[in-house]
């Protein structure tokens, strides 16, 4: 099955008076029909200014700087804006934007968000795009009389339902969840993320779940790839991911998360702070938080490393493996695999 989306070499940069900021460097990865993508990374390291990308609306002074976005077939980089507003955004990829009262307008009643795209793309009345954001309310778990109530009247987890069904509502394919979890109980945290299942079983939507908490993810997601400074450093399925995490970043978050399950470990963190991207450090953007850096580290910038499945690391510590030039083509290699 063709991917419905494929990121090549995506390059977004920031033009501040102080430097440019290197926000997203050689960013490659696809998504098939149905499928979860996890983005995990600590604070700044690029995953909402991929998600900004990939809907342009990378907000100034930042630009995508080249690279190719390919969704359902068509690369949108250079598309005009037109275009993106009447045929792309919203219609074939979406997003649940991160902190749900912020995402909401406080003078506008509930339904009246949700139906907005539907009036003035698809050209529905008024009471019909009102009934259709009744059924979007129902599909997430809310009651109808929700509908004629203002954000202010609703609770955090009722929120994050609105936007979700707001980010639902036009049947887009594709369906970007920023931190969709954050600043929510842990029951609630619960109750979302099972919606997000939910709806992916139903409705067959792919999903990219954006969280610098790999436990998240690790309820929704099929693939996951782990960024740092702004660069993709392993990808692959979540299984082998987190079974088996061959860089010392990725290690290194699994430690930080407590086990229910198998031996007691110590919590751990990272010592140090993620690079300024102004003037990232030469080599690995890692080395100078690595416990097993080397001196090629600081030097060289790692290329990606195949440990088979799909799975690749950019690191050091595995020279003598086989090189992949980008995650996609480990893909792709595994498909004409399986096609073999």
């Not at 109808?144 to 639902?168: D, N």
């Not at 067959?204 to 908490?213: A, E, N, P």
């Not at 416990?291 to 690191?315: E, L, S, T, W």
């Amino acid at each position: 099955m063709p991917p419905i989306l494929e990121v090549k070499n995506l390059y977004v940069y920031y033009y501040t008076l102080r430097g440019i900021v290197r926000a997203v460097e050689n960013v490659s990865f696809s998504l098939k029909p149905g499928e979860a993508l996890g983005l995990a990374g600590e604070s700044g390291c690029g995953k909402s200014t991929l998600a900004w990308a990939l809907l342009r609306l990378v907000p100034p002074p930042g630009k995508i700087v080249k690279g190719e976005i390919v969704v359902d077939g068509e690369d949108i980089v250079h598309l005009p804006e037109d275009e993106i507003r009447s045929r792309i955004r919203w219609q074939k990829i979406s997003m649940v934007f991160q902190g749900a009262m912020n995402a909401l307008n406080p003078v506008y009643k509930i339904w009246e968000q949700i139906a907005e795209p539907l009036i003035v793309h698809r050209g529905m009345t008024k009471q019909q795009a009102y009934k259709r954001a009744l059924e979007m309310l129902r599909m997430v778990g809310l009651d109808e009389t929700i509908a004629e109530r203002y954000p202010h009247e609703l609770s955090g987890g009722q929120k994050q339902r609105v936007v979700i069904a707001m980010a639902l509502a036009m049947d887009p394919p594709i369906v970007i969840a920023d931190e969709p979890t954050t600043a929510l109980d842990t029951i609630v945290q619960a109750q979302i993320l099972n919606l997000l299942k939910k709806l992916k079983q139903e409705l067959g939507i792919s999903f990219i779940l954006i969280s610098h908490d790999l436990s998240v993810i690790a309820e929704l997601a099929d693939k996951v790839a782990i960024m740092y400074a702004g660069q993709i450093v392993e990808y692959g399925y979540i299984d082998d991911v987190y079974r088996s995490p061959q860089h010392p970043y990725t290690q290194a978050l699994l430690r930080a998360i407590p086990r229910l399950r198998g031996p007691k470990e110590k919590l751990t963190y990272i010592p140090g702070q993620p690079p300024d991207l102004r003037a990232p450090p030469p080599g690995c953007r890692f080395a100078p938080r690595c416990p097993r850096v080397m001196d090629i580290c600081r030097k060289k910038q790692p290329p990606y490393f195949d440990f088979g499945n799909a799975h690749v690391a950019a690191c050091w510590l595995h020279t003598g493996r086989r090189e992949v030039e980008s995650p996609l083509q480990a893909e792709e290699e595994l498909e004409e695999q399986a096609a073999g």
